[in-house]
């Protein structure tokens, strides 16, 4: 892969974002043609300046984007539309930067929108006499990665409870996430059990929304806000040997990989970027479940195996502590539209590092990183800088 | 009148061996890579590794006796209506001897009983039934009490 200087450059122009929620009497390509006007507002631009879509949903079948865009006005411009589970909206994203870098095209739009289906995630990344055996429960495989966390690193409950807390904390200070509720330490430890040992208030709840991005070369810019510029946005699927139960990975006790899926993009980020975990100011990892984001943290670099849990009883991981993470209170808060999430992630970043971000604005952040995973396994890391 | 006994199917072909005579147990079956040592659960049926590439693949019984790695304990019913088992269920990790971990639900539902680092030997059992009036066999893994001959 090319360094990014040796890439045409890339802004942010402009995001848009719904209110996420449960909206029964609204349909996907609505929150997608919301949140598409959202980020054209943004960025002082048309509809007619587009040059070309990259749409993320994960449940809304053929031609999902050609509908939100429908909506918005059809000109011919291509629409792709991207599937990639959890990562679909940053893959959508990547996609929209690399056409943009690659001087192909000069205002590329990239949107996530999704109305999730009701109750637990139906998951079909398996097999079909996996899916027989009950082993698409998504709590399940991330609990027994949990489990196998819990054994490594003496990471507790309660540890993974903080989490929730952290997050639904920063969550009461956005209005566009599904709650605004905090909730104590002693409400998620006595949560519904959903699959051993995680709870209810261990798991994201899910939620119908969308967002877009705007990205453009620097000579198409018009909006007068802080230039926010793509530093580095990376794609890594399953790598051999790696057991990621929900993701669809096989552990390789014989050949185990190297890197796992997250290191290696974390690794071809830094790379590319030309930065390093010291450098961000502001994080968002990928808290589907509570456990996941210490562990995503470790491997992302941000501390040795084992060390998130006590960065997070100290508060390092607070709006006003040492790297802020989930600054809009994550998963846990804003909910999961599946295609919308890793957009949804990014927008934050680029909220913070515009200094829009209100009450929960991390002070003069400048450089941010968001991380998603997704079944496949995939895992995505947009690095964004002003 | 009776009705007929139900015809017992597995959930997919493949899985474990049919035992000839009632001494023997069910194993599983996987493969193994003659060239680089991989080993792999189901069975590969085109032959081909996909750590080293070679067309150099060979069934083989796997031991029916584990480790139980991770596991975690299912409280409500998956969502998209492909499993028809009982709730809650466990699954989880098993690791055998041979040298590859594997996915297996489990007969222990109660998450106390279960602990990471016990033994546990396969069996097939009932799964569910199926519309057409049969019986869904599958493997699970039984945690047992380690043999204190071999902690020793």
Known sequence: ?386 | MEPAEKKVIPVKEGLWTTPSSPNEQPQLIGSRCIQCGELYFPRKMDGRCVYCQQENLEDIKLSRRGRIHSFSVVMQQPGGGYYRGPVPYAYGCVDLPEGIRIVSLLTESVPEKLEVGMDAEMIVEKLCDDDEGNVVATFKFRPVKSDPRKEA
């Open chain 1, 1 to 386: 892969m090319k360094p990014i200087s040796e890439m045409r450059e890339v802004i942010v122009a402009g995001m848009g974002i719904t209110k996420w929620g449960v909206y029964p009497d609204m349909e996907w390509y609505e929150h997608g043609a919301k949140a598409i006007l959202n980020a054209l507002k943004d960025a002082s631009m048309e509809w007619r300046d587009i040059q070309a879509a990259f749409c993320g949903s994960v449940y809304q079948g053929t031609g999902s984007g050609h509908q939100a865009i429908r909506e918005v006005g059809l000109t011919g411009i291509p629409i792709v539309n991207v599937e990639n589970a959890c990562s679909s909206g940053s893959s959508a994203f990547k996609l929209a930067y690399e056409s943009v870098a690659a001087d192909i095209y000069d205002i590329v739009l990239a949107v996530g929108m999704e109305k999730m289906p009701r109750g637990p995630i139906p998951s079909t990344a398996f097999r079909p006499w996996e899916l027989k055996l009950g082993f698409n429960v998504q709590p399940a495989n991330y609990a027994n990665q949990t489990i196998e966390y819990m054994e490594k690193t003496g990471a507790t409950i309660e540890d993974f409870a903080r989490v929730t807390v952290k997050n639904r904390k920063n969550g009461a200070l956005n209005p566009n996430g599904r709650f605004q509720e905090p909730v104590t330490l002693e409400e998620v430890l006595n949560s519904r059990m959903v699959a051993y040992p995680l709870r209810l208030l261990n798991c994201c709840p899910l939620a119908d929304g969308a967002a877009a991005a705007i990205l453009c070369s620097k000579d198409k810019l018009k909006s007068r806000g802080k230039v926010i510029k793509v530093a580095a946005s990376v794609l890594t699927s399953g790598v051999y040997g790696e057991g990621t139960l929900g993701g669809g990975g096989i552990t390789s006790v014989k050949h185990p990989p190297a890197l796992g899926t997250t290191e290696l993009s974390a690794k071809q980020a830094w790379e590319i970027s030309g930065y390093g975990p010291e450098d961000m100011d502001v994080v968002q990892a990928y808290d589907t479940m509570s456990p996941g984001e210490l562990w995503d943290l470790e491997k992302l670099g941000f501390c040795k195996t084992g060390e998130a849990k006590h960065l997070l009883r100290e508060g390092a991981f607070d709006i006003n502590g040492r790297f802020p993470v989930n600054t809009d209170g994550g998963l846990m808060s804003r909910g999961h539209p599946l295609g919308a999430t890793a957009l949804g992630q990014i927008y934050e970043i680029f909220l913070q590092l515009r200094g829009e971000a209100g009450q929960r604005q991390v002070e003069g952040a400048k450089i941010g990183l968001s991380h998603s995973m997704g079944a496949g396994p995939n895992s995505s890391v947009t690095i964004l800088k002003r």
